[in-house]
């Protein structure tokens, strides 16, 4: 059985950073593409960071890159994403999400992706 489950989120003044965790289970971490969505209220999910299966380097969205990392972590079949420089803007739920293959124009897709977690809210205050 599938499992994702997401810790780290809280509350961060701006300009702070904040580390959230992604814990596995049910499948060879290294096997799949990972990602984190994020939903602020009232608006659609949103793609932040992936990292395709077999391949270490990380897509990101333009209004993260440079200041969110995404990472994994095989031996602990956990995905990281330690964002830094936060705003206001950056306030939302934070999702995990799995799946065994996508093609990389799929990645920032949301329905693309069969797996995941319950979402960690992340609050920046201004």
């Known amino acids: 059985q599938v499992q994702l489950v997401e810790s780290g989120g809280g509350l961060v003044p701006a300009g702070g950073s904040l580390r959230l965790s992604c814990k596995a289970s049910?499948?060879?971490?290294?096997?799949?593409?990972l990602a984190w969505f994020r939903q602020a209220p009232g608006s659609e999910r949103e793609f932040v960071a992936a990292s395709k299966r077999y391949n270490s380097n990380p897509y990101y969205s333009n209004s993260v890159k440079g200041r969110f990392t995404m990472s994994r972590d095989n031996a602990k079949n956990t995905v990281y994403l330690q964002m830094s420089s936060l705003t206001a803007e950056d306030t939302a739920v934070y999702y995990c999400?799995?799946?065994?293959?996508?093609?990389?124009?799929?990645?920032?897709?949301?329905?693309?992706?069969?797996?995941w977690g319950q979402g960690t809210q992340v609050t920046v205050s201004s």
């Open positions: 999400a799995a799946d065994s293959d996508l093609i990389t124009s799929s990645l920032r897709l949301s329905s693309q992706y069969d797996y």
């Open positions: 049910g499948f060879t971490l290294n096997h799949y593409t």
